[in-house]
Nanobody
Framework: VQLQASGGGLVQTGGSLRLSCAAS????????MGWFRQESGKEREFVAA????????RYSDSVKGRFTISRDNAKNTVYLQMNGLKPEDTAVYYC??????????????????WGQGTQVTVSS
């Protein structure tokens, strides 16, 4: 599946952004979705994930309570609402997808399809 992430930009500390990731598949409602980020010179890290049905989510400790992942299966889109942004949130954010058998109750940790990334920069 092709994934198109958008919504990144430059924001001040404490500000908010909402990232979107549109998927090019009619089977979107069968996919667990995740957001990851990668700072320059560092490994990619997990940020948040949501199950195919949207009933279960998971977050990294560094964003828990500040970021919210959600999805709209009718629009084939997953979102990442980011509030209380900090300079350490600066990174390229990637969305990812993994097809499921629609029986998963917690988000998968393995993803096959990846989007191109969108840059988020938080100024201090």
């Amino acid at each position: 599946v092709q994934l198109q992430a958008s919504g990144g930009g430059l924001v001040q500390t404490g500000g908010s952004l909402r990232l979107s990731c549109a998927a090019s598949t009619r089977a979107f409602s069968s996919y667990d979705m995740g957001w990851f980020r990668q700072e320059s010179g560092k490994e990619r890290e997990f940020v948040a994930a949501i199950t195919w049905k949207g009933t279960s989510t998971r977050y990294s400790d560094s964003v828990k309570g500040r970021f919210t992942i959600s999805r709209d299966n009718a629009k084939n889109t997953v979102y990442l609402q980011m509030n209380g942004l900090k300079p350490e949130d600066t990174a390229v954010y990637y969305c990812a997808a993994e097809r499921t058998d629609r029986r998963t109750v917690v988000p998968t940790t393995k993803y096959t399809d990846w989007g191109q990334g969108t840059q988020v920069t938080v100024s201090s």
